[in-house]
């Protein structure tokens, strides 16, 4: 995924949505690192040309993580040809060849676009059309450049570094396949992914970034630690929650439903499942139709088709016009919550409300946009809907805010971000008149400065119906990770005509905040494996604490430890295994239970257990009701 793509005439690719509202200054506009991938993705090009004349050059712009460049190449490259790539980008390198800017008219550009010049290392016919493709969609106000680098010839708005020996702490880090424009319908294209750094140390750090990144993996230590499955006879993106994940997660929601309870919330229940007419209403039907799952025909009405009615379009047809009643997975939860509010009168005194689930909700993700627990098809949202009065929006909001920041500060990620996103006045996407947009943002403004730290404003990246506060979480390795949100929302009242009775007597439109702490418990809890890698804080883990008698004869003893933790409510189980009590330690290391107890005769003729600690080590013998206390201390208190 490109974040952020500038247009791909700047860098021989990459689309960008909103182009046209840019100036061509703000366009060129480019970081040093971007500038320096920029041009090592042009070195890329010149190597795979030098080894594989035959290959056909698409585009290849910068990306956040490095640079890639798309290529038709009957060759099927694999890993094992890196170290060949990387051998001839370092002759080029060495060559130090100059970047040259050409600019040229349209048709000269077109012409040698025609004879495959571009994106070659010499004049031959061309097999593929896919400069002059490029070339087409460049709007007729832009110039028309193509930057040189030795006997290597690009269309491209540059800009780049002076010369390829500026491209020295480079890596050619993998390939997969990608459509040409990101359009099946489009070839198949080799796409070869590289990163470039300004030297080498900058190099190396990232690399062992990567590698450390690569042992936290979710989907390795989740298997590993049995916390989550994926079958395909289930479906692709369908999260299994197995016991271990199944206890992660009911701790997760322990502790938020504590403080939802500190703070009123109501907690409500509502269908996986609602009627179109529900998601027309709010907007979600049919403006997020390709991200949902598709509509399911009522059965009643599905049995009045004719047969030769009843044909895939449609069916289509009748549930787009609302001509066939239907169904739905739920996209989002606010439209049930929203008839919760409304099934019952309110006054201005019973405000605010604030409805709160752990709601499952279903979004029709590309397979290839795929990936173990952080992006799925079906996700838990700690979710909650605030209806309140124009006047008490700032301290509601102020609120979820606080409470966001609670949730980071107890899990121990005190490194994070703001950004606060807007709508684009300019898009046609966003629903509602400008006033209460105009509103919605000030209130979110205003709050986000009473959290003191930095934020950013993002034009375009509000949701349809409201801005938004996302919280942006740095981990341990220093990833970026979107998590709790907060929006306010003026538009889904409206569409639904909610209301309440003022204190003059008179109906009013009540505010609605969105809020999610932790956004999707499933992405939440991938990233708690990743941040933790696995060695969760002992009033997170699955499994608090595991018992270690020495041998059989000891299983007595070791019994009633298990007891008395149990009757703690400390999650406790027992190694009564033959094996020697080095294994077990061993075996529970790599479990990552945070505590193990031994029993030996010592310690069963005095009442005692020896406590080892996964990353601690050995500290003592203590009374079994010593031990017992010290960690039900440590887990009321959410330690780390």
């Not at 090009?45 to 290849?60: C, E, H, K, S, Y």
């Not at 190449?73 to 100059?98: R, Y």
């Not at 298997?223 to 999260?239: N, R, S, T, Y």
């Amino acid at each position: 995924m490109l974040a952020n793509p500038r247009p791909w005439w700047l860098f021989c690719a990459a689309m960008s949505e909103n182009h046209e509202r840019k100036t061509l200054d703000e366009r060129h506009q480019m970081s040093d690192l971007e500038r320096l991938r920029h041009s090592c993705a042009h070195v890329l090009a010149t190597a795979v040309l030098r080894i594989w004349p035959d290959a056909q050059l698409a585009g290849g712009p910068p990306v956040d993580s490095g640079f890639y460049y798309d290529i038709d190449l009957k060759h099927s490259i694999t890993p094992d040809d890196f170290e060949k790539i990387e051998a001839e980008m370092k002759k080029i390198v060495k060559e130090n060849q100059t970047f040259e800017k050409m600019v040229v008219s349209r048709d000269e550009a077109m012409t040698l676009a025609k004879v495959g010049r571009l994106g070659a290392l010499s004049e031959r016919d061309a097999a593929s059309q896919f400069k002059v493709d490029l070339l087409n969609d460049i709007p007729e106000d832009e110039e028309i450049s193509i930057f040189k680098n030795g006997d290597f010839w690009d269309l491209c708005a540059g800009p780049h570094v002076g010369r390829t020996g500026n491209c020295k702490a480079f890596k050619v880090m993998s390939v997969a396949s990608a459509f040409y424009k990101g359009d099946n319908t489009r070839p198949q294209l080799q796409r070869i992914y590289g990163t470039c750094f300004k030297n080498k140390t900058m190099l190396t750090e990232h690399l062992e970034k990567l590698e450390e990144a690569k042992k936290r993996d979710h989907r390795k230590l989740g298997k590993e630690l049995g916390i989550f499955h994926i079958d395909e006879a289930v479906g692709q993106g369908l999260i299994l929650w197995k016991p271990k994940g199944g206890l992660l997660r009911r701790a997760l929601q322990d502790f938020i439903t504590g403080e939802l309870d500190k703070q009123g919330y109501s907690q409500v229940f509502t269908p996986h499942i609602g009627k179109l007419d529900l998601y027309r209403t709010s907007g979600h039907f049919p403006y997020y139709q390709e991200s949902q799952f598709a509509a399911i025909p009522e059965r009643d009405a599905l049995d009045k088709l004719s047969d030769e009615n009843a044909t895939c379009s449609a069916l289509t047809n009748g549930l787009n016009t609302g001509t066939i009643e239907g169904y739905m997975l739920r996209p989002m939860n606010c439209p049930h919550h929203i008839k919760i509010y409304a099934s019952d009168h309110h006054s201005y005194r019973d405000l605010p409300i604030r409805l709160a689930e752990f709601g499952t909700v279903y979004r029709w993700e590309q397979s290839g946009e795929l990936g173990g627990m952080t992006r799925v098809r079906g996700f838990t949202q700690d979710d909650a809907h605030l209806f309140c009065t124009p006047d008490q929006v700032a301290e509601e909001v102020e609120s979820c805010l606080a409470l966001v920041k609670k949730v980071l500060q107890t899990l121990g990620m005190d490194e994070y971000s703001v950004r606060l996103s807007l709508r684009d006045p300019d898009s046609d996407k966003y629903v509602g008149d400008a006033e209460n947009w105009d509103k919605a943002e000030d209130a979110l403004r205003q709050a986000v400065e009473t959290l003191g730290v930095d934020y950013t404003e993002e034009e375009g990246e509000a949701a349809f119906y409201g801005p938004k506060i996302d919280f942006v979480v740095k981990d341990v390795i220093g990833r970026d990770w979107q998590l709790g949100t907060v929006q306010v929302d003026y538009n889904l009242p409206e569409r639904f005509d909610l209301s309440y009775i003022g204190a003059d007597n008179k109906p009013h439109r009540p505010v609605m905040i969105h809020r999610a702490p932790f956004g999707s418990l499933e992405r939440f809890t991938g990233l708690l494996i990743e941040h933790f890698e696995g060695k969760f804080p002992t009033w997170l883990a699955p499994e608090q604490v595991r018992v270690l008698p020495i041998s059989e004869k000891f299983n007595d003893a070791a019994n009633d430890a298990v007891a008395a933790l149990a009757d703690a409510g400390v999650r406790v189980s027992a190694d009564r295994n033959a094996d020697k009590v080095g294994a077990k330690i061993r075996l529970a290391r790599l479990d990552r239970v945070p505590y193990m107890i031994i029993i030996g005769a010592r310690e069963a003729e005095s009442g005692t257990v020896s406590v080892r600690h996964r990353d601690r080590d050995d500290l003592g013998a203590m009374p079994v009701n010593e031990f017992v206390r010290n960690i039900q201390q440590e887990i009321a208190n959410r330690e780390l």
